[in-house]
């Protein structure tokens, strides 16, 4: 098992809903990430935190809303999702150094139905 | 930009043949890549990655990959495979901005008995 874990493992909701996608690391790294893998589709990277401060959105859609209180936890904040958005949300942390270049480390994901 | 291409949906083999799954790169730059395996109901799990150095990188589980600057290449490979390596693999470039990783499509595995 990694060390990053996410809750919960699997979510259905309607399109007014509103929910929140947890991610806690136990790793000590400083940068956290937000993907969203759809079939036969590339990873798409959503958000980047990189020492609790937002260094990246890849354009997402406002209905996704991150948030990173402190280094070991990301939120994802649902609401008035699109069926389209049904998808398997992943959670990645990494350590951030200029000098080495670390892999990232994922949690099991959280599986998203929109209805 | 950064982009990896894996040009295969699926590769099938059977067990305890050699397997290769395909990766090509285009960095501005220094390339700086990984492969990931993805099992069932499961994260993501690194297996290697290329820096600098050898062009033969080994990794986890027994596969290795093998860059090739000339092609723009990093498959990867392992020469005999198990009904075990069959999942979701996963080529990935760092960004020079070193906290993004863009990652491929993904080739999904099948080893057959």
């Known amino acids: 098992e990694t060390g990053v874990t996410q809750t919960p493992r699997h979510l259905v909701m309607g399109m007014t809903n509103k929910k929140s996608l947890k991610c806690e690391q136990h790793l000590g790294h400083n940068a956290m990430y937000w993907y969203k893998q759809s079939a036969k589709k590339p990873l798409e990277l959503m958000f980047v935190?990189?020492?609790?401060?937002?260094?990246e959105n890849n354009s997402v859609p406002s209905r996704f809303s991150p948030e990173c209180p402190n280094s070991s936890h990301l939120f994802l904040h649902l609401h008035t999702l699109q069926p389209e958005d049904s998808a398997l949300y992943l959670c990645?942390?990494?350590?951030?150094?200029?000098?080495?270049?670390?892999?990232?480390?994922f949690g099991p994901g959280t599986r998203l139905t929109v209805l | 930009a950064q982009s990896v291409a894996q040009p295969e949906d699926q590769v099938n083999v059977a067990e305890g043949n050699p397997l290769t799954v395909k990766c090509t790169y285009s960095?501005?730059?220094?390339?700086?890549l990984f492969w990931y395996v993805q099992y069932p109901n499961r994260g993501l799990q690194f297996l290697l990655k290329y820096i600098t150095g050898d062009n033969l990188v080994k990794g986890s589980y027994g596969f290795e990959a093998e860059f090739n600057k000339s092609q723009t290449s990093f498959h990867l490979k392992k020469p005999s495979a198990l009904v075990s390596d069959s999942a979701l693999y996963f080529c990935?470039?760092?960004?020079?901005?070193?906290?993004?990783?863009?990652f491929g499509s993904g080739t999904k595995l099948n080893v057959k008995p």
């Open positions: 990645a942390s990494s350590q951030r150094t200029s000098l080495i270049h670390n892999e990232q480390f």
């Open positions: 990935a470039v760092r960004d020079l901005d070193f906290n993004k990783f863009y």
């Open positions: 935190y990189s020492l609790e401060e937002r260094v």
């Open positions: 960095v501005s730059g220094n390339p700086y």
